[in-house]
């Protein structure tokens, strides 16, 4: 193996895969990123087998080249292609947000180009790990490693399977699969709305596999479901047939329910019970006002329908205050207030009452 260093300095950063060496030469906190050299059988190796970690190939070939022929590792460590010509600019960022922290391995026709594409990212400081697969897939097939020549369409995916009317907002899964006739792997694009265009890409599985992906939608109404296949090489089949699927609206919360002592002491602490029940099951948040100067500052939560939620409360001056809560529910729909008015202090009052009577029978018969 022949380690070869960049002369480019890159700020180190914390990936656990990248083969950083410190450069004393430079000031602290300066690393060098490298790459490594590998055989074709080193390149094999570990291409055929998980356990010795995930190796990704990458043929940085033209197109043309790519899909006319390719070196053939199974999934996960299958093929990918990102053409060396694209490793410039907003290019090599795309690469890097593919590719950052994993473990790469460049192969090209004859090793030219993928060493090329080795010192680029080497000098981008790609934080992951580097490998240049020496001699191309022509040593690879010199070797006699298994290759893929041409490539055919996977075949269409099966109509989706799921739920036919669901919630706004709640998450439904749908499945389907589709087969492969060169074994690649497929990933999946979701049209979740009947437009015709992809929203979602899957990532990809093995071929022949039923593979589920969840989806939410936040508006009600009648939406046309359907997949469409891609593999590896970039072969599309056409979307399969459609899942209508009837999407309804959320109900607002029940008003809360209130109780507690309807009266009691300035200065004593009371326990207050708050209950919401959400048609639709969903857990609520609650904003509870205890009347007087007193507002609430936030919504408090979450709870599930139907529980209770117990808070105490002081009231400090004398009077009569409204307690009042609404609900809200996860789609932030509200309820109506639900009220308990509260006397503080009662005795007191009857007291103030009494004495005025009496003041003013007495103030009546004097007269
Ligand atoms: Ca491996
Ligand atoms: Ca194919
Ligand atoms: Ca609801």
């Not at 002369?7 to 990248?18: D, K």
């Not at 990102?82 to 410039?88: D, E, K, N, P, T």
């Not at 090209?108 to 981008?124: E, F, H, K, V, Y």
Request: aromatic letters at 12%; one cysteine or more.
């Amino acid at each position: 193996m022949v380690l070869y260093m960049s002369i480019a300095t890159v700020v180190f950063s914390s990936s656990i895969g990248a083969l950083l060496i410190e450069n004393p030469a430079h000031m602290a906190n300066k690393y060098t990123v490298v790459y490594e050299d590998i055989t074709v059988k080193e390149a094999y190796v570990l291409l055929t087998d998980t356990s010795n970690g995930i190796q990704i190939p990458i043929d940085v070939r033209t197109i043309g080249e790519w899909r006319a022929e390719r070196i053939n590792t199974p999934y996960p460590e299958f093929t990918r292609h990102f053409a060396l010509s694209r490793l410039s600019g907003a290019g090599i960022q795309e690469f890097i947000s593919i590719y950052e922290g994993k473990t790469i391995i460049l192969y090209c026709q004859s090793g030219g180009r993928s060493s090329n594409a080795a010192q680029i990212l080497s000098d981008t400081g790609f934080n992951g790990t580097l490998y240049n697969m020496m001699g191309g897939i022509n040593a690879w097939k010199n070797d006699g490693y298994p290759i893929q020549v041409s490539n055919h369409p996977p075949t269409v995916p099966s109509q989706p399977n799921g739920p036919v009317t669901v919630q706004r907002g709640y998450n439904a899964s749908y499945t389907t699969n589709a087969t492969d006739q060169d074994g690649n792997p497929l990933r999946y694009g979701w049209d979740w709305d009947g437009n015709g265009t992809v929203d979602e890409w899957t990532s990809y599985h093995p071929a022949d596999r039923s593979i589920s992906i969840n989806h939410t939608w936040r508006e009600r109404g009648s939406y046309q479901v359907r997949a469409k296949c891609q593999d590896s090489v970039g072969n599309e089949s056409e979307f399969s047939s459609v899942l209508n699927v009837i999407v309804m609206g959320n109900n607002a919360p029940g008003t809360p329910v209130i109780t507690g002592p309807l009266r009691g002491k300035t200065g004593a602490a009371y326990e207050y019970t708050f209950t919401v029940v959400d048609p639709d099951g969903d857990n609520i948040s609650l904003w509870i006002e205890w009347g007087g100067t007193c507002p609430a500052v936030e919504w408090i939560g979450p709870y599930s329908s139907g529980d209770t939620v117990i808070l105490m409360n002081t009231w400090n001056d004398t009077g009569t205050y409204t307690v009042r809560a609404k609900a809200k529910d996860i789609f932030d729909t509200e309820s109506d207030w639900g009220t308990l008015e509260v006397t503080m202090p009662l005795l007191n009052k009857i007291f103030v009452k009494m004495f005025w009577e009496r003041f003013l029978a007495a103030l009546i018969s004097w007269h």
